[in-house]
């Protein structure tokens, strides 16, 4: 997974967002991404239609967290953001006619479904509070050094 994916995109935000206990604009949000604010409304719909954030409409309107971080794992996130497949190595050809490349392939798919099932394993299992406690573990020991 890349680490400039819809994921890690929208934990940054959430992250910031309960930190922060306010409205964030799609432009402030924009800012923070370094990208549209078109893109961050069309990201965070899925969000708001999970039920992790709220919109709030008119000139002081923007998203908002209303979901406890105990309650959101990694995994809810990459479904409401609609990640792509996890990894993208594959297969070139499906149906080989080569035996050498079907014994590769199978060992590929065999090791990419093993790693697949330990990535989701560990979304499913890591709360954005854990998260936040790692963040503020870092800034606390930041601030005493």
């Known amino acids: 997974m890349r680490t400039d994916s819809k994921l890690s995109r929208m934990l940054h935000v959430l992250l910031h967002m309960s930190r922060n206990n306010k409205i964030f604009t799609s432009d402030e949000i924009a800012l923070m991404l370094s990208t549209n604010p078109v893109v961050v409304r069309r990201t965070m719909a899925g969000l708001k239609k999970a039920g992790f954030i709220q919109s709030e409409k008119g000139p002081k309107g923007g998203w908002l967290l209303i979901s406890n971080l105990e309650s959101i794992t990694l995994f809810d996130i990459y479904n409401a953001v609609g990640e792509p497949t996890i990894f993208a190595i594959g297969n070139e050809r499906d149906n080989p006619n080569c035996a050498v490349e079907r014994v590769v392939n199978a060992a590929l798919d065999d090791a990419m479904n093993q790693a697949q099932l330990i990535l989701l394993s560990k979304l499913k299992s890591?709360?954005?509070?854990?998260?936040?406690?790692?963040?503020?573990?870092?800034c606390n020991k930041e601030l005493h050094h």
Do not use: G, P
């Not at 890591?126 to 870092?138: E, N, R, S, V």
């Open 126 to 138: 890591t709360t954005l509070a854990d998260l936040a406690l790692q963040f503020d573990q870092i």
